[in-house]
């Protein structure tokens, strides 16, 4: 039998590969090639021989769709009832999802629940726009130290305990706002709620990805996202119940409401097991190989699962023991460049101006466009409910399309609508309320199943299990350190670039990471976390000039001009190490 720690067995695919890969052979075992590559054969897509040119665009592109029946990382042991039906899974196994997801609904209602509340305390505590745009992004400075704390709680209490403490914490922080007296003291509160939006932002999507099988990771731990973009919708069903409270009730009412989904969550996650790699970390084999059997459909893939991360915890400790972890995200070069991606897809998550449109778009419909009070907050639920549900989609096709073809179709149509939102200013009032609907209702509409969850799913799977708290602490405290400056700059740049221009602003920062994720971004879907580190073995403009040649010949293609056949040599073609 093959041994299981030499199979890469990954079919990958990318917007601008020029055929579908072969799957890769087991290296243990040289004698039953011949073998499993017949037992493979009648999973794959049928190849495209060397004469066949694309005719049509719509060809084209539906030649690029992967089958759900595809062999992709460990989906090669699944039984046949599981290819066939991949969410086919134990039912103890949703239930766990769907508590730690409760954890991203927090930080959702946190997000969206302050754009209803600031039209009410800016005025009773005569706020500028320094203060307006500090408060509004005090929960952004706590969550900097919050996914700071994460590490040591994360290492310390696990995925579970972490989150359980970043519920208390939650609680807490939304008590002391709705209560405070005073703008310092509603801002110490913000500043609370911050520190457990960043603990649950670091563990929340790690705790998602590493209890879920390779095939659906990409779908069960977009529920991260799903779940952010629910809690920020209902933050605005609930500004728009408390809208009519009067006096200075309402926004109180607002913003303590978030004590609710987390005194849930903090007494739900305490009956949930912990993640089998945190459990095998720390040498608890016995219980993560008991949560393994819960959470998977055969015992066969359990066991599998059970030996592929204890052999990888092993060896990972040994590579890592007496160094400093740090210093290994950037000494070891495809940690280095796991890092840089994942900052810097946190990076354009922020810089493509989507968290000013949750932060204030009360704001902008009331004191921008001129519209009342009650018409805004209402109007704004039209942002959050197209935010959850077209989320929705991201489960049919992060593990069938990928990520990162998510994100290359989706970044235009952001572009579009970010111009558009920035134009839409000039006219009538009602002109002006009209585009800005449509605007942000199609940016959110392309945001949504791609760079809304694609960031957060990539980032949790990238990294090596023993810096995995470390990358994903850096990952998280970027991300938030970026959505500080972008709330908190926004009032002044209306203020100083009028809205045509920050618009425009965001527009070319977003065309900007369309250009890097082209050419920087590999394509993660299909291998298990063990195997994560074979697709940062290539250097980074390896990779650029792979998706450069694939990109000029697909062109060609696409208009039928002459096509040279020859292979392109992929730099995700790098063996799977044999000592991994």
Excluded at 144 to 152: A, D, M
Excluded at 406 to 428: H, R
């Amino acid at each position: 039998m093959t041994t299981l720690s030499g199979t890469r067995g990954a079919t990958l695919w990318n917007p601008v590969m020029e055929d579908y890969e072969q799957p890769y052979l087991a290296y243990g075992d040289v004698s039953n090639s011949s073998m499993e590559t017949l037992e493979l054969s009648e999973f794959l897509p049928p190849q495209r021989s060397s004469s066949g040119r694309l005719s049509n665009f719509f060809r084209f592109f539906r030649k690029r769709r992967l089958h759900r029946t595809q062999v992709a990382g460990d989906f090669q042991f699944a039984t046949a009832a599981q290819r066939e039906n991949p969410f086919r899974q134990p039912f103890r196994l949703y239930i766990l999802t769907i508590f730690a997801a409760l954890g991203a609904f927090i930080v959702g209602m946190d997000i969206s629940l302050v754009s209803g509340a600031q039209i009410f305390y800016n005025t009773q505590f005569g706020l500028n726009t320094n203060y307006q745009g500090l408060t509004a992004s005090g929960t952004l400075i706590g969550a900097l130290f919050g996914s700071i704390l994460s590490i040591f709680a994360n290492n310390a209490f696990g995925r579970r305990g972490t989150i359980f403490f970043a519920s208390m914490i939650s609680i807490g922080g939304a008590l002391w706002e709705a209560l405070a007296p005073s703008w310092p003291m509603l801002l110490l509160g913000r500043f609370i709620v911050g520190i457990a939006m960043g603990m649950l932002s670091c563990t929340v999507p790690v705790f998602l990805a590493e209890t879920t099988p390779a095939y659906i990771r990409g779908a069960l731990t977009s529920l991260y996202q799903q779940s952010v973009a629910t809690g920020i919708f209902i933050g605005y069903v609930v500004d728009a119940i408390f809208v009519y409270v009067p006096g200075n009730i309402g926004w109180r009412v607002m913003l303590g409401s978030s004590m609710v989904p987390a005194i849930v969550e903090g007494c739900g996650i305490i009956f949930l097991p912990e993640t089998p790699r945190w459990l095998i970390k720390k040498g608890y084999d016995e219980y993560a190989l008991n949560v393994l059997l819960s959470l998977r459909s055969t015992r066969e893939q359990a066991l599998r699962d059970f030996e592929m991360v204890k052999d990888t915890v092993l060896e990972e400790r040994q590579a890592s023991e007496g160094k400093n972890l740090y210093l290994e995200t950037i000494r070891v070069a495809s940690n280095r460049r796991a890092l840089i991606v994942g900052i810097m897809l946190q990076l354009f998550q922020q810089f493509c101006g989507m968290n000013t449109i949750m932060y204030y778009v009360d704001y902008t419909f009331h004191h921008m466009v001129g519209v009342s009070r009650r018409t805004a907050v209402i109007a704004s639920m039209v942002a959050g409910f197209a935010n959850a549900v077209f989320t929705i989609p991201v489960y049919w096709t992060i593990d069938s399309y990928g990520r990162r073809i998510l994100m290359l179709f989706t970044f235009p149509i952001m572009v579009a609508m970010l111009l558009l939102g920035g134009f839409s200013f000039f006219g009538s009032q009602w002109l002006n309320f009209t585009l800005v609907i449509v605007s942000i209702a199609v940016f959110i509409a392309a945001y949504s199943p791609a760079n809304g969850p694609v960031p957060w799913v990539v980032t949790a799977e990238i990294y090596p299990l023993y810096i995995r708290s470390e990358c994903m602490s850096i990952s998280t405290f970027c991300n938030y350190m970026f959505n500080f400056v972008v709330s908190f700059s926004w009032p002044d740049m209306l203020a100083s670039m009028t809205a045509q221009g920050a618009y425009g602003f965001y527009a070319l920062t977003t065309t900007i990471g369309f250009l890097y994720i082209f050419f920087f971004m590999p394509e993660t879907k299909g291998y298990t976390l063990e195997q994560m580190k074979v697709v940062f073995e290539k250097s980074s403009f390896d990779i650029a000039r792979y998706h450069w040649k694939c990109l000029t010949r697909n062109a060609k293609r696409l208009f039928c001009l002459g096509v040279e056949e020859s292979h392109i040599p992929s730099p995700y073609d790098t063996p799977w190490p044999e000592e991994l």
